[in-house]
């Protein structure tokens, strides 16, 4: 990065396929803009995501992760988001203890029917990460 | 692993995608992969030209993966996995990154939609390196069908679904079939007799060789899924044996219980064995287990002595049953928004303020006034009437944000039906605007205006309140900037729609999704309105959205349709992205056990064994899995990290 340009935060998102990469598809579809700092991984449920992707993100030089599923209730595997939310609330606890800003993690619940709430996320996220520079504190050497 | 052969192949999808991203530039990186062996830049993929150069640049490179570069995987991904199958290789080695939806179209800054569009397309080629090739799982079809739900639109798909020759389990949770159709006097825009219509259709059920009716029933569990669910009825005991009652009557002329009627709507009372209707199917009667004083001989078993028939048996139980069918139609209806909501115009609390549907019943000749319209207060002919429209709909701030749609219709038929029973009386609406529709409709509300003389004013009503007898209607008549006063002897609400108690109860049961309103979710709201998102159930009637009778009729015909081409199929593919445990990894943790929500998983040997039946590849025991030792199949955590690393490369 070169000093004359402006810091943009690199994201990793996690979106369930049901609601939440539905709800980004929308957002598409709807044509409204947000900023191209997320980089969508599609998963097949919240519950599928190892709180080690997460670490591994921030290991591999994200400055934010950002894991969005369906609203509590909604899961399409019946509980899969439940499970999330309990794991991610460790990863929020986990980050806090070794000294990376929690808000750095960030969880939503998008449906399918909010693609004005995906790109809202995303707007907000990366408005709240600038202001904390870039993440160095886990990321690998090798990846700098 | 042998180094694969991919091929990239990246659309520009008109302008849609080339306008905001380099599309050359996408190319030109993706060639740059080592895995990649070919990369190919076309206007529209999608196109016929565009999926023979795919098919064509597979045989002719021997590539054994495809990445397509394009729009979202719910629009092209089974067209271009066909395209790789047509090619020779597996089609699950065939992938989607998707770079308009998640990009193009929302990026306008060309430099970085492109850098963006990039870090998708490498990603998925990461991805799709560790793709396996699988077959899809052929599972038989159960040849059988559930609707749930027994009003118009049950009855309807149930009817159709049977005349193609395939059994039907039609539930309702009702002691009758008929559904709120039943209730209604006549019908708009031709003033048919609502029962006239819909009781031979009852029959036709209740007759049909292929139809299983299950009333007084609940769907309490399902399991399973496309093709073949397994669902638990719970039917509760209605104490009277359906083929010996003879429905003589002679029980309720000496049960002492008496309790509202709810099939009336409260406007009158039944006894606590009773019939909802004369016409009701199954004809005969049904014991209150709640009203009644104890179905036992020694506190009462008056109903027991006087049946002739020998029908009624205090000793019959619920009982569950278990129905295997294929796919389900979920029409389980509407209730109208609670009046208690509805503070200004007394909350439900002022005598003669009625619902919709309890005019209907004043109305109906077989409801509680003999279809004489008397008021409730004191029985004696309204003579002013006033109709309400659009109560608890289009009110964002306090109420149901939509428009009920069927309502501005109801309410000239009942203006039209209330001239007809009092020919000296004067009626009025109150609307915000009328929404007439539909086939034949603007031409019967302009009647019920200038032919019936009702007083149409536009305009909402502040309040409501008992005064000398009568019912004060405070408005306002917009159009011309007055306030309206009328002291009316009778007020009708129309009130909103809203999702049925059952609807609710059954999405939770179905685990199937909901509009922000509580609708059922249709799968796509144009190309898929009867499809819920789960496979295999589908969706009809007011349960999706207001609806009128033609509307839900043609709705439940097209999910009668779906039904049977879906059980017309011998077999079906079931998706192979299932979970697969490594043996040599796994410790027996039981860890992913706890994890799985469909009880896929047990210990074996001490290693965890997946039950390919039953698992529907969520991934919950993946993310659990301490030792890596369970992966959803071309979803694996190897697989995950290298994508990671991809969003992120600089």
């Known amino acids: ?144 | 692993m042998t180094k694969k052969r991919t091929g990239v192949f990246v659309c520009h999808c008109g302008t849609n995608i080339a306008a905001t991203v380099d599309v050359a530039k996408v190319a030109k990186e993706m060639a740059g992969e080592n895995t990649v062996a070919f990369t190919q830049e076309y206007v529209y993929m999608c196109s016929e030209p565009g999926q023979e150069s795919v098919v064509q640049a597979i045989k002719d490179n021997k590539l054994d993966s495809v990445v397509v570069t394009c729009c979202s995987p719910n629009l092209h991904e089974k067209t271009f996995r066909d395209n790789a199958e047509r090619a020779g290789i597996n089609n699950f080695t065939c992938e989607i990154a998707n770079i308009r939806e998640q990009c193009s179209w929302v990026h306008n800054d060309k430099a970085k939609g492109t850098e963006k569009a990039i870090k998708i397309s490498r990603s998925v080629v990461r991805r799709v390196n560790r793709n396996q090739a699988l077959d899809a799982v052929a599972v038989n079809v159960t040849r059988r069908a559930m609707v749930i739900g027994g009003g118009i639109a049950g009855i309807q798909a149930a009817l159709d679904i049977a005349n193609a020759g395939i059994e039907v389990v039609l539930v309702e949770k009702q002691a009758t079939i008929g559904g709120r159709m039943l209730q209604l006097s006549e019908t708009f825009p031709t003033l048919d007799c609502s029962q006239c219509v819909l009781s031979p259709k009852m029959v036709e059920v209740k007759r049909h060789p292929k139809i299983k009716l299950m009333t007084y029933s609940d769907v309490q569990e399902v399991t399973g899924s496309v093709g073949n669910f397994r669902v638990k009825v719970h039917k509760r005991s209605t104490f009277v044996d359906p083929d010996k009652c003879k429905i003589c009557d002679h029980c309720t002329v000496v049960c002492p219980v008496v309790v509202p009627n709810e099939y009336e709507l409260n406007l009158t009372a039944r006894r606590a064995i009773y019939i909802p209707y004369a016409q009701a199917i199954p004809a005969s009667f049904t014991l209150d287990e709640d009203a009644c004083l104890g179905l036992n001989p020694v506190v009462c078993g008056k109903c027991k002595d006087v049946c002739e028939a020998g029908a009624i048996d205090y000793d019959m139980r619920s009982q569950t049953v278990v129905e295997d069918v294929g796919a389900i139609v979920v029409a389980t209806g509407f209730d109208l928004y609670d009046q208690a909501n509805m503070q200004e115009l007394g909350g439900g609390k002022i005598e003669d303020v009625l619902d919709g549907l309890q005019f209907e019943r004043l109305c109906s000749a077989s409801g509680a006034t003999q279809g004489h319209v008397l008021r409730p207060s004191d029985h004696k002919e309204p003579k002013e009437v006033v109709f309400i429209q659009c109560v608890g709909s289009r009110d964002p701030a306090k109420h149901c944000a939509y428009c009920s749609k069927i309502c501005c219709m109801y309410t000239a038929k009942h203006a039209r039906l209330y001239k007809k029973h009092v020919p000296d009386g004067r009626a009025y609406v109150f609307y915000i605007d009328i929404r007439s529709g539909g086939k034949g409709y603007e031409e019967f509300v302009q009647r019920t205006m200038e032919d019936d003389d009702t007083l149409y004013l536009r305009g909402r009503v502040s309040k409501l309140y008992r005064h000398n007898g009568k019912v004060r209607v405070l408005g306002t008549d917009t159009l011309t900037g007055q306030n309206v006063e009328i002291d009316a002897d009778m007020v009708v609400l129309a009130l909103a729609m809203v999702p049925s108690k059952g609807t609710t109860e059954i999405a939770k049961v179905l685990k199937i999704g909901r509009d922000k309103d509580g609708f059922m979710a249709e799968a796509h709201p144009k190309l898929r309105p009867v499809e819920s998102v789960t496979g295999g159930i589908y969706l009809a009637g007011a349960a999706q959205a207001p609806k009128d009778i033609p509307e839900t009729v043609a709705q439940a015909g097209a999910a009668a349709a779906k039904v049977i081409a879906l059980l017309s199929q011998a077999t079906l593919n079931r998706s192979p992205l299932i979970a697969k445990v490594r043996r040599s990894h796994c410790t027996g943790c039981g860890m992913c056990v706890e994890a799985c929500p469909f009880i896929a998983i047990r210990l074996e040997g001490g290693k965890a064994v997946v039950n390919e039946a039953l698992c529907e590849g969520c991934g919950s025991c993946s993310a659990t899995c301490l030792r890596a030792a369970i992966d959803v199949k071309n979803v694996t955590q190897l697989q995950i990290y290298e994508m990671i690393e991809a969003c992120l490369a600089v």
Not at chain 1, 20 to 44: E, H
Not at chain 1, 61 to 69: K, P, Q, R
């Open chain 1, 1 to 144: 990065m070169s000093e004359q340009q402006v810091y943009e935060p690199r994201i990793v998102a996690f979106l369930c396929k049901w609601c939440s990469s539905a709800g980004s598809d929308l957002a598409g579809v709807s044509r409204i803009q947000y900023p191209a700092n997320a980089t969508p991984i599609t998963v097949p449920c919240t519950g599928a995501i190892s709180p080690m992707y997460i670490m591994s993100a921030f290991n591999k030089g994200a400055d934010g992760v950002l894991v969005s599923g369906c609203h509590i209730g909604d899961c399409h595997y019946i509980e899969g988001n439940y499970l999330a939310r309990r794991k991610m609330k460790l990863i929020m606890e986990l980050l806090e203890f070794i000294g990376v800003e929690p808000n750095r993690f960030r969880m939503s619940w998008v449906s399918a029917a909010e693609g004005a709430k995906f790109a809202k996320v995303v707007t907000d996220f990366v408005n709240d990460l600038k202001p904390l520079g870039p993440q160095d504190k886990l990321k690998k050497a090798e990846h700098t």
